[in-house]
Structure formats: C-alpha cells, structure tokens
C-alpha cells in the first residue's frame, strides 16, 4: 500500500485572493499544534505506511521541500489546477505496479494513523475499497485495491475517486476518529 497525499489544491476558500497557502497554515490545536497543516497530514500517513507520495502544484516549490525533508516522495502535477483528478491521475500514474493506494488529502490534518493503518489492512484483506466510517458517516482517506487501476488513471475533473468509490462495493471501516470528516477549508478550521 501506498500513501498518496493529495497537496496540489489552491484552497480558494480558505483565502480567496490566493496569498495565504492552506497548507503551509499552523495548527492551533490537538497532537500536532504549530505544526503546518500538510506537514501533520504527512506525518500521520508516513506513521502508518512504508511509502508516501505527495503531489503538489509546480509554484508550490516550499510544500514541495517541506515534504520531501521529512520523507515524502515528491511529484509535481503540471495539470493541477484543472481539478483534483490531474493531481490523483499523476500520482497513480508513477507508483501504478503498488497493490493498493490510500488516497489522503493535505487539508485533512486529523486523521489517526491507526485509521490509516486499518484501511490498508482492510485492502491487504482483499477489499478493493475501503472507506472510514466514524458515526455512521463515510469519510476520508479511502483505499483502493489495484483492480481499480484502470478506473484511477481514467478520471478527470474535480471530483477525484467519489464516483469509483459510489459506484463499487466499499468495505466499511468503522473508526473512533472524527479526523475522517474534518478538513480545513477556512481559517476557523484551523
């Protein structure tokens, strides 16, 4: 299993005019305050997998080196801004022999490596998707087995993998962390 960090995004509605990355904001609460929000996100997948890939835009030079200093395979996606599928596209297009890739977002800075872990193992298990389920609510990051390889490298636009994972059976992981539905759109998610 792979992790592949998402981190290619704009985050329009975090700072509509574009100057303050999301990304590179700090925490202000919980295990990880102070620390950038991509950088946690990073740090919970690299806790739980052997190999993370991050995809960031081509002027986004400072996620880049952050994450690559603390492990990160790096690829720049020159597509990125026309919609997160380019980002995801790029990513699965490089590390496309792996038995499995977890899809992870840079904004979701919560997420508990033991989720991580459980979905990877869920795909080790035999599902082909694996979804985190906290409280009855279906959330981020999501897993997908290789047999969604050709589904992965035909997607376009913004809507990433949510029509593969609608679309196809989905094992259900129930966790204990409110870290699958929390992302970090605006300064008060912070």
Same mark, same amino acid.
């Given at each position: 299993m792979i992790g592949i960090l998402l981190a290619a995004g704009r985050g329009r509605r975090f700072d509509p005019s574009g100057v303050r990355n999301k990304l590179l904001q700090p925490l202000a609460e919980g295990p990880h305050a102070g620390q950038a929000v991509v950088l946690a996100a990073a740090s919970n997948l690299l806790a739980a997998l052997p190999r993370v890939l991050a995809v960031v835009r081509p002027d986004d030079t400072q996620v880049a $080196? %952050? %994450?690559g200093a603390m492990?990160?395979? &790096? $690829? &720049?996606c020159h597509d990125a801004d026309t919609g997160m599928a380019a980002s995801l596209t790029c990513a699965i297009g490089h590390v496309r022999g792996a038995p499995g890739w977890l899809i992870a977002l840079g904004d979701m800075p919560h997420v508990a490596p033991a989720t991580i872990a459980a979905l990877s193992h869920a795909i080790g298990d035999g599902a082909h998707i694996a979804v985190p389920v906290f409280q009855g609510r279906r959330g981020n990051p999501v897993a997908f087995g290789a047999v969604h390889l050709p589904l992965l490298l035909a997607l376009d636009g913004d809507q990433g993998a949510r029509a593969i994972v609608h679309g196809h059976v989905a094992r259900e992981v129930m966790v204990a962390d409110n870290g &699958? %539905? $929390?992302? &970090?759109d605006t300064p008060d998610d912070l």
């Open positions: $080196r %952050l %994450l492990g990160c395979e &790096v $690829r &720049v &699958v %539905l $929390r992302d &970090v």
